[in-house]
Structures are given as C-alpha cells and as structure tokens.
C-alpha cells in the first residue's frame, strides 16, 4: 500500500515537472514582459514549482503557473520596497531595473494592471480566452473586450514613441 | 478586435519575448524539492529591526534616566495597616498616636451600632498624609457592596482632592461652622467633604444611609486626646452659650439679691433683659420683677 502510494506520488510530481518544464519559457517571459527581473522571475517560477508539488491537479498548468508565480513575485516586490534600505545594504548589487530594455514591455508598463495581465496572458503566456479568463478570475467576455483595448491602447503608445 | 490588430499583437508580442533570454535549463527547477519558506527571511529583517528600535529606545531611555539625588527628609516607612478587631476606642487612639499631631475627629454618634472599625494611617517626613478609618457591618452581607459602612478619613491639604464621578450631585452644606459639600453617587452613596484644622475631613457612607444622618455624624465628631481614643470634652457653641448666659444670670441674680431696693430696678431694666438672660427673666419670680 505505501510502495503504491509512493509510487502514485512519484507518477504525479514527473507528471507536474513535465508541465512544468513545458510551462516554464512562457511563464517567465511573462513575468518579465511585466517588469520582473530575471533572478525574480526565476525564484518565483521555482517557488510555484514546489507549490505544485502539492497539487493532485496539473491541469492548466501554464494559466497556474502564471498566477501563482506572478503572485509570488508580486509580494516579494513588495517586500523588497518595504524594507527597501535593508535590502540595499544587503544585496546592493541588486537593482530593480529590468536586464534588457524592450520597446513594448515599456509601452506595456504604462496600461492598467488589468490591460497587462490579460496581453501577456494571451500573448507572452499563451492562454486561451478560457483560460485567462479562468486564471484571472474575470468572465470570458471580459477578457475579449480587455484584450481588445489593450491592444490598441498598446499599439498607440508605441506609435506615439 | 480584428485580424490585422490581431496579427500585430500577436507578432509584437512574439518578437518582444523571443528577446527574453530565458536562464539556463538546469536553473529550471530548484535544487531542493522541499517548500521553501520566506519566514527565515522575514523574521531575520524583523529581528534585525526589533533589535536597532531596541537600541534606539534604550539610547534615548538613558539619556532620561539621571541618578535620584538622595531625599533630604527621607520618608519614613510608617505605612501602618491594621486589621479589625480592635475596639472603636483602641483603633482611635491608634490612629491619634499616629497621626503626627493632626487633629483626629471621631463620630460620637452613628446611625448603625453594630459596625466594628478598622484603620489606615498614612504618615510622611511632613506630617499626616492620610487616614482612614472604616466602619463596616460586623455580619458581613453574603454578597456584593456593603451598604451600612462608614468611611471617616483625613488628608493633608496638599493632598488632591477627589473629582465628581460621573452623575454625582454636589451640594453645597455647612459643616461644623465651616463650608462644606454633601455630595451623592448615583447609586446613592453620600460623602460630606469640608476643611478644617488645615485637613480635608470626609465622611463617606454607605448606600442606603440619608445625607442628614451623615451631616449628624460630621456634628458629633470630638477630637481624640490621647492613645485611648478618648475625645476632648468641648461643647458646641449652644451649650457654651447657655453656660456662659447661666454664669451672667447668676451673678446678676446674686447682685440682685444684694443690692439695695434703689439699685434693683436698674438691675431688672438694664442687666436682665438681654435676650440671653430672656428665658431667665421670664422665669422670674413676679415678685421680684
């Protein structure tokens, strides 16, 4: 019975590192199209790996992943400015400022959270409507009237450069 | 959204992120497989941070703290607390032998017999801060405040006199000659409040027990004389009239009876009608008037 069970086990977390590994190029280009920073993005990405790992559920891996690590970074950006002049002191060499400068993630950054979310969802991530709108927690028809908007709020301000 | 916006989104979207370096593939996963806690993080930055508000309190804590220079007039520990079970005239004189000179009032009359007292007395370097002399039901109720008990306590004038509580009414009563204040609780307790021999006297009853009782018990009270808590023998302003109109009578009468038939007259028209020798007057024997 506990050689099953472990068994069982074993089976899920391949199953989870598989979806994982699959999810992974998409989800971090996401976090970063949305101002993480590679060494952020990286340690979100891992620490929604080992929250997956308590998951039965691997379905919809990529619209989990997203969320969760998009969460985690979120609070540890926020950490990082509460005690900001700790931080600096500690780890100085770390700078807020992405690596690479990206004319659209610019034009991105300057859209409601909400516009953003949903573009890099679609378009960095790869979700369907469906699942963006199931990830996010927004109806579907939201997604589509947002993505719409975005879009061309996103196209002007490039064009605007 | 239409396909030429969508296209457009779609390949700005692709180029953009095909510019994302992704880390290499063996950063992938994390190294251990077990949950990571952001705690150790956390509570080192709030250690870290308890730890410099400490230092900064204790820093500017120091700064306030200077050496006590040594009292002039050391208080003397004399904090003398005694249970009940003395008589009423032990706990007096208790209290006189302690009170440092201040003039102890005691009730000679109470509107409750059955109360058995006890004391507090309260003394520094400079004389009497305070007593406290509690006269409380011998047959203690079962439960919740004591209705028939007394309080009769004296301080020095330095010290604050209590506040109105909420709902108390105040008013203003004379007390054994001087200005005082009969004030009740909304619960129905009473205390009368005057100064006099340079201390505030208060009398605080019990619920239950009429303001008139408690200004009676302020008029009755004597001075303790000496360590048996006797009371001096000083008579209140009527009686000390009455005496002194009896001594004046008696004299008159006594010069009346001696003096010779001419001087009686003036004796009955300019010494005897003073409205203190009135009553005396009256008393007379018509024959003689």
């Known amino acids: 019975m506990e050689t099953a069970r472990a068994y069982s086990s074993e089976l899920s977390e391949t199953a989870w590192d598989e979806a994982y590994l699959d999810a992974y190029p998409d989800v971090y280009r996401g976090l970063v199209a949305l101002g993480a920073r590679g060494d952020e993005a990286e340690d979100a990405l891992q620490d929604a790996f080992l929250r997956g790992l308590e998951r039965a559920d691997i379905s919809r891996a990529a619209g989990w992943l997203f969320v969760v690590s998009l969460r985690r970074w979120r609070r540890r950006r926020f950490r990082e400015r509460i005690f900001s002049p700790l931080r600096a002191v500690m780890r100085s060499e770390h700078t807020t400022e992405p690596e690479v400068r990206i004319d659209l993630f610019d034009a991105l950054a300057g859209l409601p959270r909400r516009q953003r979310e949903v573009l890099v969802a679609r378009y960095v991530v790869g979700l369907s409507q469906e699942e963006t709108a199931a990830s996010l927690g927004i109806a579907r028809g939201t997604v589509a009237a947002t993505t719409t908007q975005a879009a061309r709020a996103l196209r002007t301000r490039l064009e605007e450069r | ?289």
């Open chain 2, 1 to 289: 959204m239409d396909d030429k916006m969508e296209r457009w989104t779609v390949t700005a979207f692709d180029d953009a992120a095909a510019r994302v370096a992704l880390p290499p593939r063996e950063r992938w996963l994390p190294a251990d497989r077990r949950p990571r806690s952001s705690l150790p993080t956390t509570a080192l930055t709030f250690a870290l941070v308890a730890v410099v508000l400490g230092v900064a309190l204790w820093l500017v804590a120091d700064g306030r703290i200077v050496p006590a220079a040594p009292s002039a007039k050391p208080t003397p520990s004399n904090l003398i607390r005694l249970a009940p079970g003395g008589t009423e005239a032990q706990t007096w004189g208790a209290v006189w032998s302690r009170s440092m000179g201040a003039t102890v009032l005691r009730p000679t009359w109470l509107p409750e017999t059955d109360l058995g007292p006890s004391y507090d007395v309260v003394t520094t370097s400079n004389g009497l801060h305070r007593y406290v002399v509690g006269y409380y039901p011998k047959i203690v109720f079962p439960a919740g405040p004591q209705p028939w008990h007394f309080l009769f306590i004296a301080e020095g004038a330095d010290v604050l006199p209590p506040r109105l509580g909420p709902g108390d009414a105040a008013e203003n009563v004379n007390v054994r000659g001087q200005a005082g204040q009969l004030i009740t609780a909304p619960d129905g307790e009473v205390r009368v409040v005057w100064m006099e021999n340079g201390l505030r006297y208060t009398i605080q009853a019990g619920s239950g027990i009429p303001g008139s009782d408690v200004l009676r018990v302020a008029e009755s009270m004597m001075r303790v004389v000496d360590a048996d808590g006797k009371v001096a023998v000083v008579f209140s302003e009527p009686v000390t009239v009455m005496i002194s109109v009896l001594a004046s009578c008696s004299a008159s009468l006594a010069a009346f009876s001696s003096a010779d038939p001419t001087n009686r007259h003036h004796i009955l028209n300019r010494v005897l009608p003073t409205a203190s020798c009135a009553a005396l007057r009256c008393g007379l024997p018509s024959r003689m008037v």
